[in-house]
Structures are given as C-alpha cells and as structure tokens.
C-alpha cells in the first residue's frame, strides 16, 4: 500500500501544470524549485512506490482497452529527458508501453506535412506511448534556427510572419481531435537552468563513460538558450488546453524531476479511471464449462475423484 508521504505526492504536478496561456511566463517558474521538500534521500523508494502503483493502472488500461496515454517530453540538452523516460517508466510492461525518439527528419519526413512522422507512432488503445522530442521541434528548433524552414520544401507564399501561430493553431486543432479519439495527452517541459546545464556538460566531458552523451553541437546550441527559453515560453502560452496540459518539470534536481513526473503520469491514467472489463452471462457459462472439462482432465490422469467445483468468480477479459 503506498506510504502516506507518496499519497500526497500524487497532487505534486498540479503545482506545475498549465491548462492555459493566459497569464503564462516561464520566468515565473524556477529550475530549482523542490516545493521546500526534502526527500532527496527518499526519492528511490517514492519512485518504487510509483511504479508498482503505475504498473497496476497500466494493467487495467490495457485489459480495457479504450483509451491511450500519449506523454510527450520536451527539454534542452542535459535536462534529463532520458534519465527522467528510464527512471520514471521502468516498472511498465513494455507490452504496453513504447518509447519514440524524434531526431532531425529524413527526407521522406519532409516530402510529408510536419506532424505525419509523429502520427505515425501514435499509441494504440490500451497503450502508453512517450515521445522524446515531437512535433513541437517545429516550434522550438526550426523556429530558433529559421534557417531550416527553408529545407522544408513549403510552398514559398506559404511562409509567411503568420506561419508560428498558424502552427500553434494546428497543434491544438490536432491534440483536441486526439483527445476526442480517445487519447490521454501530457506534455512536459523540463526545465534546466544554464548553469546546471553547464556542470553537467563538465560532467560528461570529464567521465570517458558520459563522452558519447556530449557533442560540439550541444554546445552550440547552447549559445542560443535564451532564444530556447523565449520559443518555449512561446509554445506553451499558445498550445496549453485543459485536454493537452503542459508541465514546466524543475530539472536542475533529478531526483525532483521524476517525482513530479511520475506524479503527473498517475494522474493521467487516474483520470480515465481504466477498470477491467468484466465478461457477460455467455462467456461465464463457457468459462465454467471450460472448469469442469479441466478439472475432469486433472482426475483422469491422477485416478482421483474430480475436485468440487467452486462458484464463479468475476472474470477478467485478457488480451491475446
């Protein structure tokens, strides 16, 4: 049974969750921020508690079959996204669950519109599925880098001043579709600040094990963190919605990261309170019917009298 300190983290999210833009700045939330808890020292036993009481909801979303769980992470380089994807999802049946990585386009990508490769990739019913990066690049790493809209190969009288909302306009058309199809959607930036970014930078460099983390390229890019800063605050004024909320996740403490996201993904599945199907009066007639041949089976071949039969439990639909 979950501890009573893991009860009340199941509500940590909420503190970071935005369902609109009106009023949104990003400044107003810290990379830092541990809401004044100090649980450091607990964390991995908070992060078991978690998965055992996300595997269980992931079980009942499976058996039901209904509705999909779409969780979409978004950061800056070193802001943990994998480390968060590992930690926080460990305990899922991989059955279930499917992690996506979105790096730069390949041609065919980009012959089709810019959600097409994401949608692609959408989670079934009954599924968990996580993008690492997603369509929102096109508003965060085209956007600070307008030179790739140019590799894009849309129509010239179609680039316009206009293009950026019209984009944010389109991704929230699409995640109200999704989410009326049945698809359960978070969204979380993880928010490191350039300082934490730098040390662990130094990190990687100094740890031969870390050095194929690190590339001259994060480098770069870190040149352009406030022009980052400024496209995310962007986004996430103009795509937050009651069905598609963002997260701005504190990432500068690793172990608070997950716990606020391991928090906002219970919720998720929470809210679509996935129960296991139960089966009607006909499959319970074969079900028993099934019993009685079974245990007629197990008296031939031990020479016992067959076992009385106990009364039907409520039985659960699997899946094949």
């Known amino acids: 049974m979950p501890s009573e300190t893991h009860r009340r983290l199941t509500r940590l999210s909420r503190h970071f969750r935005i369902t609109g833009g009106q009023g949104f700045r990003l400044r107003a939330f810290s990379p830092d921020d541990t809401r004044g808890l100090q649980l450091k020292d607990k964390a991995d036993a908070l992060l078991e508690e978690s ?47 499917e992690v996506h ?39 965060l790493v085209v956007r600070v880098h307008p030179e ?54 130094l990190e990687r460099i100094a740890d031969p094990a870390k050095h194929w983390k690190f590339s001259l390229g994060d480098l770069h890019e870190r040149e352009y963190f406030e022009d980052y800063l400024a496209a995310y605050d962007d986004v996430i ?12 996740v504190p990432a500068d403490h690793k ?10 993904v219970i919720e998720a599945i929470e809210s679509v309170q996935p129960t296991f199907p139960t089966v009607d009066a006909k499959m319970l007639r074969q079900l028993k019917a099934a019993e009685t041949a079974l245990l007629h089976e197990a008296a031939s071949v031990t020479g016992a009298p067959a076992p009385a039969r106990r009364p039907a439990a409520r039985t659960r639909r699997r899946r094949s």
């Open 51 to 97: 998965a055992d009481v996300m595997a269980k909801l992931q079980e009942r979303l499976y058996a039901q079959d209904r509705w999909s769980v779409l969780l979409i992470f978004q950061a800056m380089d070193a802001a943990g996204k994998d480390g968060t994807i590992k930690h926080v999802m460990t305990g899922l049946n991989p059955r279930g669950c």
């Open 101 to 139: 990585s979105f790096k730069a386009p390949s041609s065919e990508e980009l012959d089709h519109d810019f959600l097409w490769r994401t949608s692609n990739r959408l989670p079934r019913r009954g599924h968990i599925g996580i993008f690492n990066r997603s369509y929102y690049e096109e508003m």
């Open 148 to 201: 790739i809209l140019g590799k894009q190969q849309l129509p010239a009288e179609l680039v316009t001043p206009r293009i950026w909302r019209e984009r944010f306009e389109d991704v929230v058309s699409y995640e109200r579709y999704l989410s009326r199809q049945g698809v359960v959607i978070r969204k979380f930036f993880l928010y490191v600040s350039p300082e934490e970014q730098r040390r662990r930078f």
């Open 237 to 248: 004024r103009h795509t937050a919605s009651p069905f598609a909320p963002w997260y701005v």
């Open 255 to 264: 172990w608070f990261t997950r716990l606020v996201v391991a928090s906002a």
